[in-house]
């Protein structure tokens, strides 16, 4: 067994000093994988700069992008000829409910894989994905997967 550690680091400087609606939510993030920064910011309903990614936006997009990496590994093991995986994933959070979270996170790939490869298979296969991703299994949040399988 191999413990895998993953570490980011996180920065902001200002001054909430004026109050809840004056700070800026801006602020870097990097993974230690990249070093490479990213500017961050709050949802804008929480007064953030919407040119900017929200920790809430990033969940949605790690957990679609584990789901990508699980299925196309589990796909190349399988021997199945995958061409093309395009997901649009969503999610709500109603602060109406406590504690406020991400309800649902929804995955809807298109997945073209080669002409004449049996697509219950592949459904198989993005199930088994979904079982494997780690992003998934790690949140208390439902993550649906909702494949469309075309040929290409």
Do not use: K
Request: with cysteine; hydrophobic share 40%.
């Amino acid at each position: 067994m191999t413990v895998h550690s993953y570490r980011t680091d996180v920065s902001w400087s200002g001054s909430t000093g004026a109050g809840y609606r004056v700070y800026s939510r801006t602020h870097t993030g990097a993974a230690t994988e990249t070093g490479e920064p990213l500017t961050l910011s709050a949802d804008p309903a929480f007064r953030g700069d919407p040119a900017h990614p929200s920790p809430e936006g990033l969940l949605v997009l790690s957990a679609s992008s584990c789901q990508l990496l699980a299925f196309l590994a589990v796909a190349a093991r399988a021997g199945v000829d995958v061409l093309d995986y395009r997901d649009t994933a969503d999610a709500t959070m109603d602060d109406a409910v406590a504690p406020v979270s991400i309800g649902v996170i929804h995955l809807r790939p298109v997945i073209t894989v080669r002409a004449g490869t049996d697509h219950a298979r592949v459904a198989e296969l993005v199930h088994q994905g979904h079982e494997e991703c780690y992003i998934a299994n790690s949140l208390r949040t439902q993550v649906l997967v909702t494949p469309e399988i075309v040929d290409g």
